[in-house]
Every structure is written in structure tokens, then in C-alpha cells.
């Protein structure tokens, strides 16, 4: 993850923007979704600035927020500190998912959303976040679509890159900050979670429509819900969600109460 602090700002930005709030507002209606009536335990690897990290706490979820970027963790100290209602349900930790802290299935829900497209390949990450999941638990990953790659380019206006990318069926292009990121498929992660003793549940596309869209994109709020309510509705269904840039794969750890 090389780079990724400078790119800290560029996150900020993206989570405030219309494309941002729309990929977290669809996140967290399908954890909210899943989860438990109980109060769950849930790890946030890869935290980033806090986002869904503090979305959960505020519902009444007990949240470990982990990011491997010391300047990402103070930003969401600072968001924190802001809303210390939250300050009991909420632990950060500075580690990256090679370097987590817990060594035993002890979370209902573990989260890595926006990482595996940083590393070389989800084989081992996703190995050590299964480890994770407590019996009856849940892991919901939210990668970058591999199968969608070109999509973005092709919608801006950039062609000629579109044509390279398709073209030569690249697993990796320029993400959101900057950074080249890697793919996976939906079907792939849910090959590695059931290998790892997971259920996978059904997967969902993200960000099907509005992609393309830069940062400045700030809807107001009808519009911004008629978009949440098209892209929930589409992210279920192929080949409409074999299109979203994102794809959230959930599976479950057999057994408990969940």
C-alpha cells in the first residue's frame, strides 16, 4: 500500500463526494441488513478516515477500526473526538491486515472493504481475515470488478485507454486516488471464502450508473436517493452488476446464533 497516505486527501475528498456517499450509504444498508439484532462485534480493516467505521457505532455496533496509515487513523480520531457518544463502542488500532492483532475467530463481522485492490493477490488476506469470523459471523469484502474494467474509461471519454484495457483483459487500472488497482471477480471471492469453511451469500454491484461522475458530483437529496434506490435495485441483478466498478461479496461462518 505504498503511497496510500499521500493519497489520504484524495480519499477525504472521494467520501464526501456523491460517488463516495453512494458506495458507503449501499455498503451499510446491506451490512445493516445482515447483521444481527443483537449488538455485534465487528473489525473495519483497512478504515481508512472512518466512514462506515463510525456508520456502525452510531447504530449501536462495537467497532474496531484498523488502517495500517497512522495520518488515516488521526483523521478518524478526530471525527471521533467530535462525537464522543461513540467514544465507548469505538477501538482503533494501527495495522494492516498482514499485521492485525488478533489471532482467534472473535468478531460476528468482519469488514475489508476498499484493500484486496491495494495488494498483489486476495488469496492470503482473505485467509487471515476468515480466521477472523466467529462462529455464525459474517465477512462482507468490497473489491474492485475486474469485469468492469475499462467501463470507467470508456464512459469519461477516454477511448483510447478503454480499448487498451478491454482489449488486453487488464486486471489493473488507475483507481480513485491515483494508484493503479487491482480487480477480483465476485466469483473468485466467493471460491476463496468458501475454501477458507464460509457460506457465501449473494453478491452485489456497486456503482452500476455512476461511475464515470468526478467528485465534485454533489447531488441534493432527492437525488441522491432516486440514485441510491436505482443502484440497490440494479446491484442484485446481471448483467447490470456485472457492471458496477465494485463488487460486495458477504459469506458466512457456519454455526452460532446468528
Not at 91 to 102: K, T
Not at 139 to 156: C, D, F, H, Q, Y
Not at 209 to 231: G, I, N, R
Amino acid at each position: 500500500m505504498t503511497g496510500f497516505d499521500a493519497a489520504g486527501a484524495a480519499y477525504a475528498a472521494h467520501c464526501a463526494g456523491g460517488r463516495g456517499r453512494l458506495r458507503h450509504d449501499l455498503v451499510e444498508r446491506r451490512l445493516l441488513a445482515e447483521l444481527p439484532e443483537r449488538y455485534a462485534r465487528i473489525l473495519d480493516v483497512g478504515c481508512g478516515t472512518g466512514e462506515m467505521t463510525l456508520r456502525l457505532a452510531a447504530v449501536g455496533h462495537h467497532v474496531t477500526g484498523a488502517d495500517p496509515s497512522a495520518r488515516m487513523l488521526a483523521v478518524t480520531a478526530g471525527r471521533l473526538a467530535a462525537r464522543p457518544e461513540l467514544a465507548v463502542r469505538v477501538r482503533l488500532v494501527e495495522a494492516g491486515v498482514d499485521s492485525l492483532p488478533f489471532d482467534r475467530a472473535q468478531f460476528d463481522v468482519v469488514c475489508c472493504h476498499g484493500v484486496l485492490m491495494y495488494l498483489g493477490a486476495p488469496d492470503e488476506a482473505v485467509a487471515r481475515l476468515a480466521r477472523l469470523v466467529a462462529p455464525g459471523g459474517l465477512l462482507s469484502v468490497l473489491a474492485k470488478n475486474r469485469t468492469s474494467i475499462g467501463v470507467r474509461e470508456a464512459l469519461t471519454g477516454d477511448y483510447e485507454a478503454a480499448r487498451r484495457l478491454i482489449g488486453s483483459g487488464a486486471d489493473t487500472s488507475p483507481g480513485n486516488l491515483g494508484l493503479d488497482t487491482r480487480g477480483d471477480t465476485a466469483e473468485a471471492l466467493d471460491r476463496l471464502t468458501a475454501r477458507h469453511g464460509l457460506v457465501p451469500l449473494p453478491w452485489q454491484g456497486l456503482r452500476i450508473f455512476h461511475d464515470h461522475l468526478d467528485d465534485t458530483w454533489a447531488p441534493d437529496q432527492a437525488v441522491h436517493e432516486a440514485a441510491l434506490e436505482l443502484e440497490w435495485t440494479a446491484s442484485w441483478r446481471s448483467p447490470y452488476r456485472d457492471m458496477g466498478h465494485l463488487v460486495h461479496t458477504l459469506a458466512r461462518r457456519p454455526g452460532g446464533g446468528a
